[in-house]
């Protein structure tokens, strides 16, 4: 079958394509907006786009009236934004952060997270993540109605154990993260695991 994403299709394009591009990372973001106040949201219209200078690529929408979510005003404001990874023990509080809660009113608060200072950006990092990027907006892209914010990595945090000093690696086994599936419920565990080495 050919679906036609320009045609009769076009106001179905994110349930079809949401539910072919899977697993998706998730970045449950955090970011402050000019008073200090957190919000924390969670994406999976999201990803690592390159490593030379290192940078991640998350677009926050809008709203159902057109008005962008706090994320967005956020960064648009203060340039900075952490991406916190999640891993099964806070899969469930990541969902419950995609609430919808007056602006201003934190999500951390709402679903118990801890919030940690962050080392070269303003927003917090999130205690129970197992890995945060520190990352500063290097640009924002407007495509349509998609937002395509261009984060720089300045700094990568990882719990106690993840990081082997020797290889300079990260011990991927161990992170137990949570991915995105169809929508709108569905998500994977990535404990199911497989090797293919590359040819030579």
């Known amino acids: 079958m050919e679906l036609d994403l320009e045609g ?9 394509l949401a539910s072919l591009v899977v697993p998706r990372p998730i970045a449950l973001v ?45 960064i648009r404001s203060m340039h900075e934004f952490v991406v916190n990874l999640v891993d099964e023990a806070m899969g469930e509080a990541m969902n419950q952060c995609a609430a919808s809660l007056p602006y201003g009113e934190s999500e951390l608060t709402h679903t118990g997270l801890t919030p ?15 890995a945060s990027l520190e990352c500063s907006e290097w640009g924002t892209l407007q495509v349509g109605a998609n937002r395509l914010v261009i984060g720089l990595v300045k700094r990568v945090h990882v719990r106690e154990g993840l990081y082997d000093p020797a290889t ?29 080495i590359r040819p030579g």
């Open 8 to 16: 009769e299709l076009a106001d179905r394009a994110y349930p079809i």
């Open 168 to 196: 300079r690696r990260i011990h991927g086994d161990r992170l137990q993260l949570i991915g995105r599936m169809a929508s709108p419920h569905w998500y994977c565990r990535t404990r199911d695991l497989f090797e293919m």
């Open 30 to 74: 955090t970011t402050v907006d000019a008073e200090g106040r957190v919000n924390a949201a969670p994406f999976s219209f999201f990803n690592l786009m390159g490593a030379e200078p290192p940078i991640v690529v998350v677009a926050p929408g809008d709203r159902e009236d057109g008005t962008p979510k706090d994320t967005a005003r956020n």
């Open 116 to 130: 940690v200072p962050s080392t070269s950006v303003r927003p917090p990092r999130i205690a129970e993540s197992p």
